[in-house]
């Protein structure tokens, strides 16, 4: 993840975070990693 700056820059590792600029979309995917039921 590169929070911001350059991509020259070390990105952040282990986040769970993405950061989307304000008047932007963004799509995200997620994978449970534990078996049960999950109801929003």
């Known amino acids: 993840?590169?929070?911001g700056g350059k991509?020259?820059?070390a990105p952040d590792?282990?986040?769970e975070?993405?950061?989307i600029a304000g008047?932007?979309?963004g799509?995200?995917?997620y994978r449970f990693?534990?078996?049960g039921i999950y109801a929003y």
Do not use: E, H, I
């Open 33 to 35: 990693l534990q078996p």
């Open 7 to 9: 991509f020259a820059n």
């Open 13 to 15: 590792v282990n986040l």
């Open 1 to 3: 993840v590169w929070p």
């Open 27 to 29: 799509v995200a995917s």
């Open 17 to 19: 975070t993405w950061f």
């Open 23 to 25: 008047g932007s979309a």
